[in-house]
């Protein structure tokens, strides 16, 4: 009943404003029970989700699948309503199986469509709950005049768009649905305003309604504008207040859809049975009718499915969610021509409770229908088809169907037993995302070669799902397996040739097995495709430094600086990269004699360093800087910039790089004529820094210090008993000793 619209005629009266009975009327058919059930549904789903996940997929059989299964029933029942609505009933049809087939084919195309598909539901309740509002309103005898049916539509529009901006706010996280990705700057006072006047037009609308009849005789009405904020203004208010993200998928889909199918059976069905009782079929019954409606939705969602993963072996999940999405598209339209309160048919039995207007070809009793047309001799197909045996056998091969799908979900959705998992995969071997939870199940049990082989079918089902091909490339790289895992990379990007995170990916793969151009050509696409992602530019910068282009490195090393303070989640970007990169540029910078871009970044890289307590990258990122000034004849300035450095040192663990500093110190004093005691110091400090290491660099020390050592003759031995006292000389010489090396 999502496109119910009332007239601008006079309203009938009725003896009853209620359909059934005013407790069932009220909880069911105007939403009273949402408030319980919504907080119920909130407060299980977090810590019982296996078993909600079961639950909600029950209740579709109950109520989703029913319910869109009344619409058919409603469309397709009588040869009068087909011919009536035709449009919908052929043309429609044919239109969404071509469109069934084409997204089958081209997957691109689905989150386009199943995008529509949560989008448009929120507008078919909000539709059929305005709907309902208008027919208790008619029912109880309310004159609605057409400002006041205005202010309410408004409010009502007013709740569906204030729900759609929280939708369409940000990024999306699911692959499936299309965001707009509106900044929260903007949809922020948007969405206050849209709450406000959505308050103020239900206010507007309804002091007049009541003081014209009563709020008794509102309550119907009443409850409908609560439920209408129930479902889209409340959710909207708590995410602004309390950072509550609506999850699109889940709340279009989940409990709401079970909310709103309920209320479509329970009027849906007060219908057929007042139409039935109208036309005279006296053998009609409620319970039946259910069971058809259970029987038919099923054959709308399950069957197709199945088929299709099996005869195409394509993925079962993927194509369930085509059907979902076409299905609802299907009914939203249908829906939207069957039920309209201009329609006398319609007004006549949903809103005079008295006896219906016999109109219509539809009116007539079936026997004498079919006498005044004259009774044509049934072909043996018919009779097959009508025959009680036949539609008996075709309603259990159906709940029958249904019970192997819904225990295939049962044992397909317990993402934590492995078992479970399997066994429903020996029920349906076409179905991704349930070989991705096998995946997850086994990597957890330690299986890392099963949980690559599940992934691998999986890829092998859904090719064109991105997310399962970066899934099992990292479970490649997780057992080890970096060959295997550049191979996948490579053949997504044949698929995905603009993934940033695939191209970055696969260019470290490359780097990794001596590939260096490949990493070189994949991360220079990235950056191309997606600049500001900050580790393709860090990557790159990493890569030409090592290839010898300072300047083309410089780029990416500031274009990753400038990125950073944005993407301070990325596990690329830590604060002791930053200070590396800072201490990178400057290097590149100086390589390319870029006196002050290289300074600056010197100075940047040692301020952040000193900020964060980062002593040994402070004292690394004073020492490059004392090599740069030394090489630009700023003497001084270097002396002082190692002197800095080995006062940090003093207070650091890492005796490899103290020692590193003291050597490159004394390496200075000996270039710059210091009394040859003061660089015999250093050396000699960094040779006890590194004993007992037996590595290329304390032979380096070794051999300076020895060298030195021949030149000093007996004073080494004294130089030996003052190692302290030098080495206090050596860290405190004054600026003037360098005066004289300062360069013009």
């Not at 409620?286 to 399950?302: N, P, S």
């Not at 993963?309 to 969610?321: A, E, M, P, Q, R």
């Not at 021509?337 to 006896?355: E, N, Q």
């Not at 695939?502 to 994949?522: C, R, T, W």
Request: with cysteine.
């Amino acid at each position: 009943m999502a496109s119910v619209k009332a007239d601008a005629t006079t309203t009938p009266t009725s003896s009853s404003p209620w359909i059934y009975r005013p407790w069932l009327d009220l909880i069911v058919g105007c939403g009273a029970w949402s408030a319980p059930l919504l907080a119920i549904a909130a407060w299980l789903t977090p810590s019982h989700t296996h078993g909600w996940a079961i639950a909600f997929y029950l209740l579709a059989i109950i109520f989703n699948y029913p319910h869109f299964m009344a619409t058919i029933y409603r469309g397709y029942h009588t040869r009068e309503q087909f011919e009536k609505y035709k449009f919908f009933t052929l043309h429609l049809t044919l239109l969404i199986v071509f469109t069934a087939v084409l997204l089958h084919a081209s997957y691109r195309l689905v989150p386009w469509v199943f995008t529509l598909y949560i989008c448009w539901s929120p507008w078919h309740y909000t539709g059929q709950n305005y709907g309902l509002m208008m027919m208790f309103a008619r029912r109880a005898g309310a004159d609605v005049n057409p400002v006041e049916r205005r202010w309410l539509h408004a409010a009502f529009v007013a709740s569906y768009v204030l729900l759609m901006a929280s939708f369409m706010t940000g990024g999306s996280s699911d692959p499936l649905i299309l965001s707009l990705g509106l900044p929260a700057k903007i949809t922020l006072p948007a969405r206050l305003v849209l709450a406000i006047a959505f308050a103020a037009f239900i206010v507007t609308a309804f002091r007049p309604l009541i003081r014209r009849s009563s709020v008794r005789a509102m309550a119907a009405p009443l409850t409908l504008v609560l439920t209408q904020f129930l479902w889209f203004v409340l959710p909207t208010l708590l995410e602004l207040h309390a950072a509550y993200q609506i999850p699109q998928t889940r709340y279009s889909s989940g409990i709401l859809a079970v909310l709103h199918s309920a209320q479509y059976l329970w009027i849906t069905s007060y219908y057929q049975r007042r139409e039935a009782r109208a036309a005279g079929l006296s053998a009609w019954r409620m319970a039946g009718y259910f069971v058809i409606l259970i029987a038919g939705g099923i054959a709308l969602f399950v069957p197709g499915p199945w088929l299709v993963s099996y005869i195409f072996h394509y993925d079962f999940t993927t194509s369930f969610l085509i059907f979902t999405a076409l299905v609802n598209i299907h009914h939203f339209l249908l829906d939207g021509a069957l039920w309209k309160l201009r329609d006398s048919r319609v007004a006549s039995l949903l809103i005079d409770s008295g006896a219906p207007k016999q109109s219509g070809p539809s009116t007539v009793p079936a026997k004498k229908a079919g006498t005044e047309r004259g009774a044509a001799r049934p072909t043996r197909t018919t009779r097959i088809l009508t025959s009680p045996a036949f539609q008996v056998g075709l309603i259990a091969l159906l709940f029958l169907w249904g019970g192997i799908d819904q225990i295939h979900f049962a044992l397909g959705s317990d993402e934590g037993n492995l078992s479970s998992l399997l066994r429903a995969s020996d029920m349906n071997p076409y179905d991704a995302m349930l070989q991705a939870r096998i995946a997850s199940a086994a990597a957890k049990a330690g299986q890392k070669n099963d949980a690559v082989a599940a992934l691998t079918r999986a890829v092998a089902i859904s090719p064109q799902n991105a997310g399962l091909q970066h899934a099992c490339a990292r479970a490649m790289i997780e057992d080890g397996r970096y060959s295997d895992a550049y191979e996948q990379y490579r053949n997504m990007l044949r698929i995905f040739p603009r993934d940033p995170d695939a191209l970055v990916n696969y260019g470290l793969l490359a780097a990794k097995l001596g590939h260096p151009e490949e990493a070189i050509d994949s991360w220079e696409k990235a950056v191309d495709i997606a600049p500001d992602q900050p580790n393709a530019q860090l990557y790159l910068a990493q890569a030409l430094d090592h290839k010898a282009e300072p300047a083309a490195a410089a780029r990416h090393w500031s274009a990753f600086l400038q990125l950073a303070p944005s993407h301070s989640s990325d596990p690329a970007v830590t604060r002791v990269q930053i200070i590396s990169a800072s201490i990178q540029l400057a290097d590149d910078e100086a390589r390319v004699n870029r006196k002050e871009a290289a300074m600056a970044a010197y100075q940047s890289a040692i301020a952040l360093a000193n900020r964060e307590g980062n002593a040994q990258l402070e004292s690394l990122a004073l020492a490059h800087q004392g090599d740069y000034q030394e090489k630009i004849g700023d003497i001084p300035g270097a002396a002082r910039s190692y002197q800095q450095g080995l006062a940090l040192d003093a207070n650091s663990t890492d005796f490899r790089s103290e020692a590193f500093d003291w050597f490159n110190y004394g390496q200075f004093l000996r270039r710059h004529g210091v009394s040859p005691e003061l660089p015999y110091a250093c050396y000699l400090r960094a040779e006890m820094l590194l004993a007992g290491k037996g590595d290329d660099n304390l032979r380096t020390v070794e051999t300076a210090r020895h060298d030195v050592e021949l030149q000093l003759g007996p004073k080494a031995a004294v130089a030996q008993r003052n190692l302290t006292d030098l080495l206090d000389r050596a860290k405190n010489l004054p600026q003037s000793s360098f005066n004289g090396h300062l360069a013009n």
